[in-house]
């Protein structure tokens, strides 16, 4: 069985940084797109960046040039660096990968969470 576990997720004032840190453990034979999204209370999970396993990032457009997605294949973990946080990042933060247990046959894993404040 494949788990994530994120942390990294406290309460920072505006303009504050974070980074975020999604662990893969288990039967692992490789992992493909790797993935961040977050879900603000009443409103519905979105997607905020993905890494390919070639380096290939993709991002949602609020957090363009402030957030960075990163991975190290070695560690089976995908990180988020958060900078110049503002109120409206305030959310749960959820890992998201593509983890295949044999070749060429994978499932997609969720981690349960890690929860960012942002506030004064």
Do not use: F, H
């Not at 997720?9 to 961040?36: H, K, N």
């Not at 957090?63 to 503002?86: C, E, F, H, P, W």
């Not at 990968?97 to 004064?120: D, L, P």
Request: proline share 3%.
């Amino acid at each position: 069985q494949v788990q994530l576990v994120e942390s990294g997720g406290d309460l920072v004032q505006p303009g504050g940084s974070l980074r975020l840190s999604c662990a893969a453990s288990g039967s692992i034979y490789s992992i493909y797109d790797m993935g961040w999204y977050r879900q603000a209370p009443g409103k519905q999970r979105d997607l905020v960046a993905t890494i390919t396993s070639g380096g290939g990032t993709n991002y949602a457009d609020p957090v363009k040039g402030r957030l960075t997605i990163s991975r190290d294949n070695a560690k089976n973990t995908v990180y988020l660096q958060m900078n110049s946080l503002k109120p409206e990042d305030k959310a749960v933060y959820y890992c998201n990968e593509e983890v295949a247990v044999i070749a060429g046959y994978y499932n997609v894993y969720w981690g349960r969470g890690t929860q960012v404040t942002v506030s004064v």
